[in-house]
C-alpha cells in the first residue's frame, strides 16, 4: 500500500517487520496510539484498545481528521451572512477601478500611476461587522476606507470626496467624507492600517498597528440596497498591499470578521497533523528495550529509523498538499518554526529546522515543497517588514532568525535563491531596517531617556563639537544622550549581524555538491537586480526605494570585505583591504553594463574604434559580426529579444521588483558575455588571442566567472600586455564589488544627502529655542502677554526638539554609524583602485564605466559632509594618503582627451573645484608628484572657450584667495547675516560662499607653477589672458543689461514681477565677473611682465584691454547715483551677492599691483595706456576713499521697490556688521577687511594718477578728426592692413585679429599689419 507521495511501502508479512528494523507490533501499536491519540483516548485503557499498524493507520489518520468538520462548516455557513461577492476577495481590476493602476499577480497589491487613482474590492458588506488592513507600503496621500457601488470617482475626486464613501488619510492626518476633519495619526511606510465597519451600529473606525484611533464615522447611511466595498485612492507611485483574510489579520479586531473566510476547515486539519509531529519529535523509540520515552525535540535527528519516516510519510501525506495554502503556512507552519528558536541562542544551536526542511524535500512532492517555501519566505519578508519598532526590535531579531535558520539549509537556499528571493518577493527588505516615524510607540523614549541637542554654535551656525564653556549640567545631559545612543545602537547591530549572516551564507561559495554554488546564482540575480534598477527604460514602479538601497550595500560590503579577507588571507596568508576591480572586466565580456555610459562613449563606438587596441594591449580579439550586432541590435532590442524568449502566447513579464518573474528581455552586447578560448591558455609566453561571444546573464555558469586554468582565465582574461599575473582567489567577488560600486551609484548618495535633513532640522530648532529662551530673558517683566507667548514656542520647540534628537539617534545609529562611514570610505578607496589600474591601461581606460569616477567623488563628499556625527575623516585610517590619491585622480583626469561626457568633465572640474576649497584637500593637491601639478596648472590655463570655464576660473580664484587685495575675509561683509547654504543664493554664489567660509588658504606653490607657465609659454599666456578678458567682458556686459531690465520694470507704473530665475542669472554673471578681475589680479601679481614688457609680442595690446575693461567697470560702479546703486540698494532676494565691495576691491588690486608695486617705467607705462583710455574718469578712483555719504540716492528706493512684488523696506534697514550699506562705498569704511597698508597704497595710486593726469593734460596736443582710428575713436591711426590698405589704431587690429582675419571694412583676408606713419603735409 502506498503511504506516502514518495512511494514507501511496507511488506504486508509480518515477519519482515523485524529483519527491516521495524519494531515489535506491540510497541508499534502503542507507538502509533501515542503519536495520533483520540480525543477520548487518555480515559481508555491500553490494553482495551484496538491494536494499530501501519496497516490500517491511513484509515485511523482520516478519521481523526474528520473530527470536528460539521461544526466548523455549520458555523462557516453562518458567517457569510451580510456578505455578498466572490471568494476569494480581492481587487476588482475588471471595472472597479478609476485612473491607471498597477495591480499585483495576486490582485491584492496595487500602485498608483496617474494623478489620483481609485479601485475598490469585489466584495461588499451590508450587515455585520467587518475588517480588513492594509499594508501601507509608501507613506505617501492616499485614502483608505468603505465606498458603495454608487461612487463615482476622478483624477481629483476619490473615496471619501463623495457621500457615500469614507475614508482616512494618514498622510495629511484627516478623514474624509465630502468635508474633511482632524483624525488619527499619520502613517509611515510599514505601518498595518485596519479598516473596521460596523453595519450594525452604522459606524467606521480604524485602527494603526493594532491601536484603536476611534470612531471616525458614525450614522452612516445604511439599510436596503447599500452596501459597503473596500476602496483605496492613491496617488502617483504611492502602493500597498491588501488583506481581506486571505492571510491571518495582523491585528484582529474582537467581534470583527474579515471579509474572507479563513479556512477553518484546513485549518484545523494543519493544526492535528502538525501535532501528530510535534508527537513524532518528542517521543524516542528503544528498540532494543522494546519501550517509548519522552525526548527534547530539539535535537531530533532524521537517522534513516524506518517506523518514524514511515510514520512522518503518513503524515506528510497529508500535510503537504495543506502546506501550499498561504494562510496554513503562515499561521501553522511559521508560528511553528518560529516557536523553536523562542529559547534563544545561535541559530546553530537550533538543529531541528534543518531537520524538518531534510524531511520536507524527503516526503514532499517538488511542486509543493517549493511553494510551502516561496509561501513561507513571503510570509516572513511581510511579517518583518511590518512589524512594529519595539525597543529591543524583538519582531525583526525574531524573524531575521528563521530567515537564516531556512536559508542554512543549502537544497531550500539554492531553490529560493534560483527562483523567489530575487524574481518574487522583495528580498531586499530583508536588509532594511526602517525608521520610525513616531518614536515614543518605537519604544525610544525607554531607550534615550534623555534627550540632548547643541546649544553652542560658531559665527556660521554649525555646532561645536566640543564647547569651551559647557556647563556641568549640559555634559551631563550630553553623556546620558550618548549612553543611550549606544544601547540602541547595540540593538540595531544585533539586528544587522544577522542581515549579514544571510547575506554571508547567499554568498557560499563551497556548496558546490547540490549544484551551482550559491554565490554565483546570487551573483547573477544580483545582476538581473542592477539592471532593473539601473535601466533608464526600466519601469519606474520596478525601482528599489533608496532607503532599501542604502541598508542592502552596507550589508553587502560587510559581507564581500569579510569574504574578500577570507579570499587574501588563503592565497597570500594575510588580510588586505587593497581591493580593486581589474579594468578587464571593462571589455572582455564578462560582465554586464546593460547601456551605462563608459567614459570613452558608447560601448559599440569603443569597440569599433579601439579594436585594435584591445587586440594588441589585451590580446581580445572582437568578431566583426558582433560589432555590426551590436550597433544595430538597439533599435528593437526590447521587442524582439523578449519575443524570442517567451512562450508562444505568453505575455511579457513583470520585473522582479514588483513580485512577479523577472523581465524576459535579452541583454545588450557585452552584457554578461563570456569568453571563449580559441586554445588553451599556457603557463609561460605570449597570451593567445581570446575571441567575445554573447553569452546570457542566467547561463553564466562557474567556470565564466572563476575559470578553469586557475590564472588569468575567467573574469580576469585580458590582462594587458607585460601586467603582472593578479592573485584572486575568487574572482565572484570582483563582480560583487564592481556591483557595489554600481549600486552606491543608483540611489545610494542621494539618500545619504537626504537623511541628513533630520540633523539640519535639529540644528535648526536649537538655534530657534536658544533664541526664544534669550528673548524670554530680555522680556520686560511688565509683558506678561509676550512672555505667555515666548513661553508656547519654548514649549513647541522642546518638544520637537525631544522627538528629533531620539530620531537621530536612530539614524546615526542605521546611516552615520563608524562603520558606516568606514564602508564608504572603503568603496573610495575600491574606485580610486580601480581607476588607477585602468589608466595604466592607456587607449582601454575609455571603456570604464563612468560611475566608477562619480562614486569616488560622491564617497568624497559625503565622508566630508555627511557623517559629522562619527568624526571627521580626520580619523580614517590612511586618511591623508587617500586624499593625496584623489587629487592626483582629479588633477589627471579633469582635462583627460580619453573622457568625452560633457557631464563627466563637468562633474570633475566641480569636484577638483570643491577640492581646493578646504586646507587639508589642497595641501593634498600640493602634495601630488610635480609633474602632475603643473599638467593640471596648464590644463586650467588653457583657453576659456568650449569649456566649463566658470569652474576652472573658480578653481583659479581659489588658489589665490588670501593673498589678494582686501582678499582674507572668511564671509563678504554684506553677506554676514546669511546663511553659506542659503537656498536664495545662485549655485556658483552659494559655492563660493560656503567656501570662503573657511580660513584663506593660498597656495603659494600652485601661484609658482602658475607663474612659470605664463612666463616661459608666451603664446599659451595671450591666449589664456584674451580668453579671460573676452569673459569678463561678456560677463560684465550681460549683468549690466539685466539690471538695466530690472531697473525698467521699476520704473514702470504697473505692478511687475521680477522672474526668481533672472535675478539668481544677473548675481550669477556679477559673480563671474568679480572672479574674472581676482584672476586677472593674480595674474599681474605674478606675472605683471605678461601686459608691462612690451617686448612680448601680445603686452601692450593685453593692457590695453585691461584698461579699457577697469574703466568700463569704475564707471558703472562708481558714477553717482548710477543704475548700480539703486539696484544693490532694493535689496532684491536673489541679488545679495552684489555689492560694491567685492567687485570695486578686485578692480582696486589690479590697478595697485599696475601702478604702485611695479618700477617706474612700468608704472609710468601702466598709467599712460589707463589715462590714454577715452573712458577714464580720475573721480572713479577719488570714488574709493571717498568719505561722504550721499544719501540722495536713498530717496528713491522705496518708490522703485513698491514697484515690485518682492517687498523692500521702506526706510533704510539697520547697518549690518561694518559699514552700513546704503551710504557710498568707501575702502576706509572696511577697516576689518582692508589693511591700513593697502588704504596708503591706494591714496599712492590717486595721487600718482593725479600728477600723471595733469602732465597728459598739459601735453596732450589736439588732433585731426581724419588721423583718429575709425573703430575706437581714441588713438591715432598707426597700422595699415595688407592687402587691402585699410587702416586704424594698433591695440584694434591686434585685439580683431586675436579671434578674426577678416578685415573690418572689406572682409578681406588680412594678411599682413604694418606700421604706418602719416605723411608729412606738402608744401605749398
Known amino acids: 500500500m502506498a503511504l506516502s507521495h514518495r512511494d514507501y511501502r511496507l511488506a504486508s508479512d509480518t515477519d519482515k517487520a523485524k529483519s527491516a528494523g521495524i519494531v515489535n507490533e506491540r510497541l508499534l501499536s502503542d507507538y502509533l496510539h501515542h503519536v495520533f491519540p483520540f480525543a477520548d483516548e487518555a480515559a481508555v485503557l491500553p490494553s482495551l484498545r484496538k491494536p494499530l499498524t501501519f496497516q490500517d493507520l491511513d484509515t485511523h489518520l482520516q478519521t481523526l481528521l474528520c473530527e470536528g468538520d460539521t461544526a466548523d462548516n455549520s458555523a462557516s455557513d453562518r458567517e457569510l451572512e451580510g456578505r455578498l461577492g466572490p471568494q476569494p476577495v480581492v481587487l476588482d481590476h475588471t471595472g472597479g477601478f478609476e485612473g491607471l493602476l498597477f495591480v499585483d499577480d495576486d490582485l491584492l497589491g496595487v500602485i498608483g500611476h496617474s494623478n489620483f487613482s481609485s479601485i475598490r474590492a469585489t466584495t461588499c458588506v451590508y450587515k455585520g461587522k467587518w475588517a480588513y488592513e492594509v499594508l501601507i507600503s509608501s507613506q505617501g496621500l492616499m485614502q483608505i476606507g468603505w465606498c458603495t457601488l454608487n461612487c463615482r470617482f476622478n483624477q481629483e475626486e476619490g473615496v471619501g470626496d463623495t457621500p457615500d464613501s469614507y475614508a482616512y488619510d494618514g498622510n495629511r492626518v484627516r478623514k474624509w467624507n465630502v468635508v474633511t476633519t482632524n483624525y488619527g495619526k499619520s502613517w509611515a511606510a510599514g505601518d498595518i492600517v485596519s479598516c473596521l465597519i460596523d453595519l450594525d451600529d452604522a459606524s467606521i473606525a480604524f485602527c494603526l498597528n493594532g491601536q484603536s484611533l476611534g470612531t471616525a464615522f458614525a450614522d452612516i447611511k445604511t439599510g436596503p440596497g447599500v452596501a459597503y466595498f473596500p476602496a483605496i485612492s492613491l496617488s502617483f507611485k504611492e502602493s500597498v498591499a491588501f488583506n481581506f483574510g486571505s492571510r491571518p489579520l495582523r491585528y484582529p479586531c474582537e467581534g470583527y470578521l474579515p471579509l474572507q473566510d479563513p479556512p477553518a476547515a484546513d485549518l484545523l486539519k494543519a493544526h492535528k497533523l502538525l501535532g501528530f509531529v510535534k508527537n513524532v519529535l518528542c517521543t524516542h ?4 528495550e522494546e519501550r517509548m520515552a519522552e525526548a527534547d525535540c530539539s535535537v531530533w535527528r532524521l537517522n534513516g529509523e524506518a517506523t518514524v519516516l514511515i510514520t512522518m510519510a503518513h503524515i506528510f501525506k497529508y500535510f503537504a498538499p495543506l502546506m501550499c495554502q498561504v494562510y496554513l503556512v503562515e499561521d501553522v507552519l511559521m508560528n511553528f518554526l518560529l516557536g523553536i528558536l523562542e529559547g534563544g541562542g545561535s541559530v546553530d544551536e537550533h538543529p531541528l529546522i534543518q531537520q524538518l526542511l531534510d524531511l520536507f524535500w524527503l516526503l514532499m512532492e517538488d511542486y509543493e515543497v517549493n511553494e510551502c517555501l516561496k509561501q513561507l519566505m513571503m510570509s516572513l519578508l511581510r511579517a518583518y517588514r511590518f512589524s512594529p519598532i519595539i525597543p529591543d526590535l524583538g519582531f525583526q531579531i525574531h524573524y531575521l ?89 547595540k540593538r540595531i547591530e544585533v539586528v544587522e549581524e544577522l542581515q549579514v549572516q544571510i547575506l554571508r551564507l547567499l554568498l557560499n561559495n563551497k556548496d558546490k555538491r547540490t549544484g551551482k554554488a550559491s554565490r554565483y546564482i546570487f551573483l547573477n540575480k544580483f545582476r538581473r537586480f542592477l539592471q532593473e534598477n539601473a535601466s533608464n527604460r526600466g519601469h519606474p514602479t520596478a525601482l528599489c526605494p533608496p532607503e532599501y ?48 555610459q563608459r567614459l570613452g562613449g558608447l560601448l559599440s563606438h569603443l569597440k569599433k574604434t579601439l579594436r585594435d587596441d584591445l587586440a594588441a594591449q589585451a590580446n581580445v580579439i572582437i568578431d566583426p559580426a558582433e560589432i555590426q550586432a551590436a550597433s544595430m541590435g538597439d533599435l528593437d532590442e526590447d521587442e524582439e529579444s523578449g519575443a524570442a524568449q517567451r512562450p508562444a502566447g505568453s505575455t511579457p513579464a513583470r520585473p522582479g521588483w514588483l513580485g512577479s518573474p523577472t523581465l524576459g528581455r535579452t541583454n545588450r552586447f557585452l552584457g554578461a558575455a563570456a569568453v571563449g578560448l580559441v586554445t588553451p591558455r599556457r603557463p609561460l609566453g605570449q597570451p593567445d588571442k581570446v575571441k567575445v561571444r554573447a553569452l546570457a546573464m542566467e547561463r553564466r555558469t562557474e567556470e565564466d566567472i572563476e575559470g578553469s586554468h586557475g590564472g588569468d582565465d575567467g573574469l580576469l582574461l585580458g590582462r594587458p600586455v607585460g601586467w603582472l599575473q ?17 549600486m552606491y551609484n543608483l540611489s545610494v548618495h542621494q539618500q545619504l544627502g537626504k537623511m541628513v535633513a533630520v540633523a539640519d532640522d535639529v540644528r535648526e530648532y536649537a538655534v530657534a529655542l536658544k533664541d526664544t529662551d534669550e528673548k524670554m530673558a530680555r522680556c520686560p517683566p511688565g509683558r506678561p502677554d509676550i512672555l505667555e507667548e515666548l513661553g508656547k514656542s519654548q514649549k513647541v520647540f522642546a518638544e520637537k526638539l525631544n522627538h528629533l534628537s531620539r530620531r537621530l539617534a536612530w539614524i546615526n545609529a542605521t546611516t552615520y554609524s563608524k562603520e558606516k562611514m568606514l564602508d564608504v570610505y572603503w568603496l573610495l578607496r575600491v574606485c580610486m583602485g580601480t581607476i588607477e589600474h585602468a589608466d595604466r591601461t592607456g587607449s582601454l581606460f575609455a571603456f570604464v564605466p563612468e560611475f566608477y569616477l562619480h562614486v569616488a567623488m560622491y564617497a568624497y563628499n559625503a565622508l566630508k559632509n555627511y557623517f559629522a556625527p562619527a568624526g571627521g575623516m580626520e580619523q580614517l585610517p590612511g586618511y591623508e594618503e587617500t586624499l593625496t590619491q584623489l587629487a592626483a585622480i582629479l588633477a589627471k583626469h579633469f582635462a583627460d582627451p580619453r573622457i568625452v561626457g560633457t557631464d563627466i568633465k563637468d562633474a570633475l572640474m566641480q569636484a577638483l573645484a570643491s577640492y581646493v576649497c578646504y586646507p587639508q584637500s589642497l595641501r593634498a593637491v600640493e602634495r601630488i608628484p610635480e609633474d602632475q601639478r603643473v599638467a593640471m596648472m596648464r ?16 578653481i583659479l580664484v581659489r588658489l589665490w584667495r588670501g593673498c589678494g587685495f582686501g582678499y582674507r575675509y572668511t564671509r563678504l561683509p554684506h553677506l554676514l547675516k546669511t546663511k553659506p547654504e542659503d537656498a536664495n543664493l545662485p549655485s556658483l554664489q552659494r559655492d563660493l560662499t560656503i567656501a570662503c567660509s573657511h580660513q584663506p588658504c593660498p597656495s603659494l606653490l600652485l601661484q609658482r607653477h602658475m607663474a612659470r607657465l605664463l612666463s616661459t609659454d608666451k603664446d599659451m599666456a595671450a591666449s589664456f589672458l584674451n580668453s579671460v578678458l573676452n569673459q569678463l567682458n561678456w560677463a560684465f556686459s550681460e549683468f549690466i543689461g539685466m539690471i538695466q531690465e530690472i531697473q525698467q520694470a521699476a520704473e514702470r507704473p504697473e505692478r511687475n514681477f521680477v522672474d526668481t530665475r533672472q535675478l539668481k542669472v544677473c548675481a550669477t554673471c556679477f559673480d563671474l565677473s568679480v572672479s574674472l578681475l581676482r584672476v586677472l589680479e593674480m595674474t599681474v601679481t605674478l606675472v605683471p611682465e605678461i601686459f608691462l614688457d612690451w617686448s612680448r609680442p601680445s603686452a601692450e595690446l593685453l593692457l590695453r584691454r585691461l584698461a579699457q575693461l577697469l574703466n568700463q567697470v569704475l564707471n558703472r560702479v562708481t558714477a553717482e547715483k548710477n543704475l548700480f546703486d539703486r539696484v544693490v540698494n532694493l535689496r532684491l532676494p536673489g541679488l545679495e551677492s552684489v555689492d560694491h565691495y567685492p567687485i570695486l576691491v578686485a578692480v582696486t588690486g589690479i590697478l595697485v599691483r599696475l601702478l604702485v608695486d611695479g618700477d617706474r617705467h612700468r608704472t609710468c607705462r601702466a598709467a599712460c595706456v589707463l589715462l590714454s583710455d577715452p573712458c577714464f574718469q580720475l573721480h572713479s578712483i577719488r570714488h574709493l576713499l571717498s568719505e561722504a555719504g550721499d544719501q540722495a540716492s536713498l530717496k528713491t528706493a522705496p518708490a522703485l521697490a513698491s514697484s515690485f512684488s518682492v517687498p523692500v523696506p521702506s526706510v533704510a534697514p539697520p547697518p549690518l556688521a561694518g559699514p552700513s550699506e546704503l551710504k557710498h562705498f568707501s575702502l576706509n569704511a572696511y577697516s576689518d577687511y582692508v589693511s591700513e597698508d593697502e588704504k596708503l597704497k591706494v591714496e599712492s595710486m590717486l595721487a600718482f594718477l593725479t600728477r600723471e593726469s595733469q602732465k ?25 592692413f595688407q592687402p587691402c590698405s585699410h587702416k586704424s589704431c594698433k591695440a584694434c587690429i591686434n585685439q580683431h585679429l586675436m579671434n578674426n582675419k577678416d578685415c573690418f571694412f572689406c572682409k578681406a583676408t588680412i594678411t599682413a599689419v604694418d606700421d604706418y606713419c602719416k605723411p608729412p603735409a606738402s608744401s605749398s
Request: aromatic share 10%; charged share 25%; net charge neutral.
Open 1256 to 1280: 597728459a593734460a598739459t601735453s596732450m596736443q589736439p588732433a585731426s578728426e581724419d588721423d583718429l582710428c575709425p573703430i575706437c575713436y581714441a588713438h591715432s591711426i598707426s597700422a595699415i
Open 549 to 596: 538601497m542604502l541598508c542592502f550595500l552596507h550589508r553587502l560590503i560587510t559581507a564581500v570585505r569579510a569574504c574578500w579577507d577570507e579570499s587574501c588571507k588563503k592565497i597570500s596568508g594575510s588580510v588586505t583591504s587593497d581591493a580593486f576591480v581589474p579594468p578587464q572586466l571593462f571589455y572582455n565580456g564578462k560582465v554586464d553594463y546593460f547601456d551605462l
Open 285 to 288: 523509540i528503544h528498540v532494543q
Open 726 to 742: 593578479q592573485p584572486v582567489a575568487d574572482k565572484s567577488l570582483l563582480e560583487l564589488t564592481d556591483g557595489i560600486v554600481m
Open 939 to 954: 590644463n586650467l590655463l588653457a583657453p576659456y572657450e568650449q569649456r566649463p570655464w566658470a569652474q576652472t576660473n573658480w
Open 401 to 489: 532568525r528563521l530567515t537564516t535558520a531556512i536559508l542554512r539549509h543549502e537544497k531550500s537556499r539554492k531553490y529560493l535563491l534560483n527562483n523567489v528571493l530575487f524574481d518574487v518577493l522583495r528580498s531586499v527588505v530583508f536588509f532594511y531596517i526602517k525608521t520610525p516615524l513616531r518614536v515614543k510607540e518605537a519604544g525610544l523614549d525607554e531607550l534615550i531617556p534623555t534627550t540632548w541637542w547643541p546649544t553652542h554654535f560658531d559665527k556660521e551656525g554649525k555646532d561645536e563639537r566640543q564647547p569651551k564653556d559647557e556647563s556641568s549640567d549640559e555634559r551631563l545631559r550630553r553623556r546620558a544622550y550618548e549612553r543611550g545612543c549606544q544601547r540602541l545602537k
